[in-house]
Structures are given as structure tokens and as C-alpha cells.
């Protein structure tokens, strides 16, 4: 049976773009397997607003990213990546993280490059730690990766938006100078700018379609076009979610029934049904008298 990271590798080395939507919790990362897609990321934005009901501000803990991702990983059988932040400290941290997010089954995970108390990459306010702590994060990660940690680096900067392309781009060629298996120009602001991060920048790369936010919303075509392996829809299934909930709160206020899902489609969707076929296995085994 292939690791998790064993079966991205293996969806890394095809020919086409992976679309990626970003889960929160188990239930939402079994609706992405169960819709077909081949991989999910954990969004530490979605996390945070699920778990806490609080901002992505560096409000969550790694004890606690860890254990929903821990939730998560148990529940599907597609890799999934996890944001793991700034690897919450100094480079021993870094790798404590890593080694934390491989034994909860992430097929890989993020590192950023941003200042602590870090926050959503297409919020202002963001600040990033100069060069040399950037680059030890990384070296850090992909430490703990060669000792044995069972899982991939997606290296993360945010320095376009702080300062400027140039320097994130002279990032993005140092995170894979050091070894990060895929890399990630968070919030470029034009399709010249994503066209030139893929140009420039050797390896794996990802791409982050957020409704509203700075970088511009491309086609699947487009994206693997460009050069993008990975795209991923970071608060999709959160902001879908929100909004059904809220609409489904307005009609109970106005004393209507809100339109749903029938009670058989649910009970299969949270997996009743293959619970009940399971225990049925056991309960017919034929027992010695």
C-alpha cells in the first residue's frame, strides 16, 4: 500500500493539471474524494473559521492543526496537504512540525514565509521575515524530510505583496535551490506575473484561485497552459457552506422548511449505510457452539 506521499508523488509525475478543493474538517474532505477529485489541501483559513470560528491570525495552534489534520487523513484515502503555517518557531520547530504533520498522514506540507502572528495571504497587514529566516525554514522542512519524515515540502512565500515580485520570485528560486517539492508564489496580481513564476521557476508549482482576491480567476486550460501543476480553491467549500447555512437559518426564522438533502442521501453520504454493511459481516459470522 502506497504512503500518502508515495501517491502524490505519483499524481505529481502526470501530465495534467490536479484541481484541488481545500477542506476543513473530515466531512468536508470525504465530499472531495466522494466528487472525484484526486487530492485535497486542509486550509488553515477554513480550519481556523470551522474549528475556532476565529481569523486566520495565527490564532490556532500546531497542536490543534495537527489533530483536525489528524481527523482528516484517517477519513480519505486521496493525499491530502496541510498548511502548516510558519512551522510555528525556529528551525527545530520546523522540523518537529514536519515530523508532526507526516505522522498524521499528510501527504505533504506548507511553509511560509511569513512573520508570526501570520494571516491570510490576500489580507493586508501581512509581513514577512527577511531571506535568511526564510531560507532556514525551508532547509529545516526539507531536513526533516531526508531523516525520515514520510512526506513533501510545498514552500510558500509572501513577499510579493511586501516586497515585490522580484524578491519573491528570488525566494521561490531559493526554496527550490533547497529542495521544497513545490512551490508556491502566494497572490501574484496579474497573468504576467503568474506567466513569469512559471517561466522562471524550476519544479512543481501551485496556483490559488480565491474568489475576490488579488490574482486573477484562470480556467483549468489556462492554468496547466501556463505551467501551474496544482490549483487549489482554498475557502470554496467553506464559503458555500456558510452561505447554504445561512440561508437555511433565514427560512427556519421565517418559519419555512428549508430545501435539503433527504434524510437516505445524508445517512449515505455520512457513511451509515457502509457502517451498517460492515457490522453485518461480524454479526453473520458463523461462531463455534
Do not use: W
Not at 531560507?135 to 529545516?140: K, N, P
Not at 522562471?200 to 484561485?209: E, L, Q, S, T, Y
Amino acid at each position: 500500500m502506497p504512503s500518502p506521499r508515495q501517491k502524490l508523488e505519483t499524481l505529481l509525475a502526470g501530465p495534467h493539471l490536479l484541481i484541488m478543493p481545500c477542506c476543513f474538517d473530515a466531512l468536508s474532505a470525504s465530499l472531495v474524494e466522494q466528487a472525484g477529485f484526486p487530492l485535497t489541501f486542509m486550509s488553515g483559513f477554513a480550519v481556523s473559521a470551522a474549528r475556532l470560528g476565529l481569523p486566520d491570525t495565527g490564532l490556532i495552534s500546531y497542536g490543534e492543526m495537527v489533530d483536525q489534520g489528524r481527523t482528516i487523513c484517517s477519513r480519505v484515502s486521496i493525499p491530502v496537504i496541510g498548511d502548516a503555517d510558519t512551522g510555528y518557531g525556529n528551525p527545530l520547530n520546523v522540523k518537529r512540525t514536519i515530523a508532526g504533520f507526516a505522522s498524521a498522514g499528510f501527504a505533504c506540507a506548507m511553509i511560509e514565509d511569513q512573520l508570526m502572528p501570520k494571516r491570510c495571504g490576500h489580507t493586508a497587514g501581512k509581513q514577512v521575515v527577511e531571506r535568511k529566516e526564510a531560507f532556514m525554514r525551508i532547509r529545516a522542512a526539507v531536513d526533516a524530510r531526508e531523516e525520515g519524515a514520510d512526506i513533501l515540502i510545498m514552500a510558500r512565500t509572501d513577499a510579493r505583496a511586501t516586497h515585490g515580485l522580484a524578491e519573491a520570485l528570488y525566494r521561490c528560486q531559493a526554496f527550490a535551490d533547497l529542495g521544497a517539492d513545490i512551490i508556491f508564489l502566494e497572490a501574484p496580481e496579474s497573468l504576467t506575473e503568474m506567466q513569469q513564476f512559471c517561466r522562471d521557476i524550476p519544479g512543481h508549482k501551485m496556483a490559488n484561485m480565491l474568489q475576490h482576491g488579488k490574482t486573477p480567476l484562470l480556467s483549468h486550460i489556462q492554468l496547466e497552459e501556463i505551467g501551474f501543476k496544482i490549483v487549489a480553491y482554498p475557502l470554496t467549500l467553506l464559503s458555500c457552506a456558510i452561505s447554504a447555512m445561512q440561508q437555511a437559518l433565514a427560512q427556519l426564522n421565517e418559519g419555512r422548511y428549508p430545501a435539503h438533502i433527504d434524510f437516505a442521501t445524508l445517512r449515505e453520504l455520512i457513511g451509515f449505510n457502509k457502517y451498517n454493511r460492515s457490522l453485518q459481516q461480524y454479526e453473520n459470522l458463523p461462531f463455534p457452539t
